[in-house]
């Protein structure tokens, strides 16, 4: 039996444009030769959904769904298994539930709920979903398939060192004696995921003994981004397909005869990059935009955002705007002008001068006899953001934020100034990655300037400044912030570990804590690693906590 993984790249709620990649992927794959074609968890919807599924006309609008993809398929020799949100056949408790549906000419031959509904990190889905009360094997041509959906097969108890669950659905199926088990997936990446993903099911692959294939989501949906990865194991665990990281695909195989290939090897530097064009890519154009702007200062940060915009929206749609305060080297001016020629995108330059004295004369009568401080220094990046946003309400274009995760953490970064803007493209980066991004990006030609890259890091809010003024070296504050942020680590094991003064790691913690009420204002954040700033990490903000 030839069967097809349709990774494609939904968008939550377009139900028409969702179901015109899933009928055009079958037919495709028919033609190929496919007699089962799969697709990812909730790909009729779109994932991942949130409070549409409290709407009855969202679900119901699902369930029609269905039924013209069945309509659509009926004279396919292909049967189409998809994932899709249905209502609830329950009168109480959640609304919904995480379905497969396998349709052949037409016919529902099987719906399958998720048993396993996550509720961490950015999975929300015990807030919708009613659990599956039992699992049950498919048949389709004499063999019989075990289907599973995303979460249900990440409980193995003999890969986890700790289970989330109590419960194994692969257990259950298992028993059922299934000759091929299927996952529908929309497994968010980030750093290794790909990695511990096929590793896991490879596990699985081999205690069970039977091939394991995996169709995962591909594309961005606000924060999140799906990497696709798609891929099918033999009962060995030996990999024998593996579909494209970050772009629609479609491999047909037969998977009990499948030759094995190679692993690809995993670049999470280039992840990270490719992962970041396309959460860009899809943020912008699923809201229904085409051009962006980005506020180019001469440093790295929104040197990098600026190739990942030209990257994914193309240059043309691209405008950088530099915007030189009386601080501004002449150096930073130059580097953003090269750095625009060496992305072939459009740059603009509006001079903040006079509009800061301007502000400062406003303000005299009520500032007289107070210091300059970082009142003035803050005023600069807010007369920055409200150009910004003067533009894009002009010119319909979305302003991309340039801050990285480290400023994010510790708060060197201003409401209302740098902060404004639709999406934090880079922030889920720590300044390191930011670099390493960047000389992984310029590994063939110079496409960010050599003196960007070699620059000291400068806010240029006054003369002289240096970030490390205010902040450790980032080769220090950044395994803080990733320790304490990414992993919960106290700041005595992070001081151990690193070797770092205890109350220096104390310090950068209280400024953590401290940020918090900014980032909650903050745009939404593309998430690169295991745990990001926004919907996936939630503390508050009025607080007393001692670090």
Known sequence: MKIALAQVDPTVGDFTGNLEKIVAASQHAAQAGARLVVFSELAVCGY??????????????????????????????????????????????????????????????????????????????????????????????????????????????????????????????????????????????????????????????????IPVLLCNQVGGNDSLIFDGSSLALNGRGELTAQAASFREDLVVLDPFTAPVIAAPQDDDTEAAYRALVLGTRDYVRKCGFRKVLVGLSGGIDSALVAAIAADALGAENVIGIGMPSPYSSSGSIDDSRRLAANLGIAFEQISITVLFEEFNRSLHPVFRGLQHDITEENIQPRIRGTLLMALSNKLNALVLTTGNKSEMAVGYCTLYGDMVGALAVIGDLVKTRVYAVCNWLNREWEIIPAAILEKPPSAELRPGQRDTDSLPPYEVLDPIVEAYVERYETPERIAAANGFPIDLVQQVVRLIERAEYKRQQAAPVLKVTSKSFGMGRRFPIAVKVKV
């Not at 529908?184 to 990695?195: D, I, N, V």
């Open 48 to 209: 991942p959904p949130a409070d549409f599924l409290e709407k009855p006309s969202f679900l119901a609008r699902c369930r029609e769904a269905v039924d013209e993809l069945a309509e659509a398929t009926r004279d396919l020799p292909a049967a189409v298994l998809a994932g899709v949100a249905l209502p609830s056949d329950s009168d109480a408790g959640k609304p919904a539930v995480n379905a497969a549906v396998l349709l052949d000419k037409g016919r529902l031959l099987l719906e399958q709920h998720k048993r396993l509904l996550p509720f961490y990190d950015v999975f929300d889905e015990q807030r919708y979903f009613a659990p599956a009360k039992t699992q049950q094997v498919a048949e389709l041509d004499g063999v019989r398939l075990a289907i599973s959906i995303c979460e249900d097969a990440w409980n193995d108890k003999n890969f986890w060192p700790r289970r989330l669950y109590t419960v194994d659905p692969m257990e259950e199926l298992m028993r059922q004696h299934p000759a091929l088990h299927i996952n529908l997936s929309s497994s968010p990446f980030w750093h290794s995921k790909r990695a511990v993903r096929r590793e896991m099911l490879a596990a699985i692959a081999r205690r069970d003994g």
